[in-house]
């Protein structure tokens, strides 16, 4: 068994106090979630329609945030809203992935929330999804989806 006299211990309590901001400071950062913004979605429009762009392709799967504007749900209860990058008063539903409009993302809640009139800016923030679906239940067609997600007021 080793002994230490206590000025030796208690030295070495205070030394190791005294390193301890040290520590908290070279501890690496959580990760940042990336951000997208909607002048960040497309790469171009052609004759074959909106490219994807390449910031988008390489987010795909990973959580991401945006920032916009909630379009008026369809109904009260959905699981889903329309997030733009202008205030609308009227909800922008797609018959098609052709009449897609570049400056809209639908966000698939994780969990039911409150939603806020259309000239609120909120973040959202959920997982990135791109390429033509149509939901089962709805029959919404959209082109760029975050799922599982959630918002708040910015």
Do not use: H
Not at 24 to 30: D, I, K, L, Q, V
Not at 49 to 54: I, Y
Not at 90 to 115: H, M, R
Request: proline share 7%; aromatic share 10%; charged share 20%.
């Amino acid at each position: 068994m080793i002994r230490l006299d206590p000025y030796t211990t208690r030295r070495t309590v205070l030394s190791l106090i005294a390193g301890l901001p040290l520590l908290a400071m070279t501890r690496p950062a959580a990760a940042a979630v990336p951000s997208l913004s909607f002048d960040e979605l497309y790469s171009k429009f052609g004759v074959l329609g909106l490219e994807f762009s390449e910031k988008v392709k390489s987010l795909a799967g990973q959580e991401i945030t945006i920032k916009g504007f909630m379009a008026p749900p369809l109904k009260a209860e959905a699981a889903f809203f329309v997030l733009t990058e202008i205030p609308m008063s009227i909800c922008p539903f797609c018959s098609s992935d052709a009449d897609w409009p570049d400056n809209i993302v639908v966000v698939y809640l994780g969990e039911k929330q409150t939603f806020v009139q259309p000239s609120q800016t909120i973040e959202a923030r959920g997982t990135l999804e791109f390429g033509s679906w149509t939901d089962p239940e709805t029959g919404f067609v959209s082109l760029l989806r975050l799922r599982n997600a959630e918002y708040a007021s910015v």
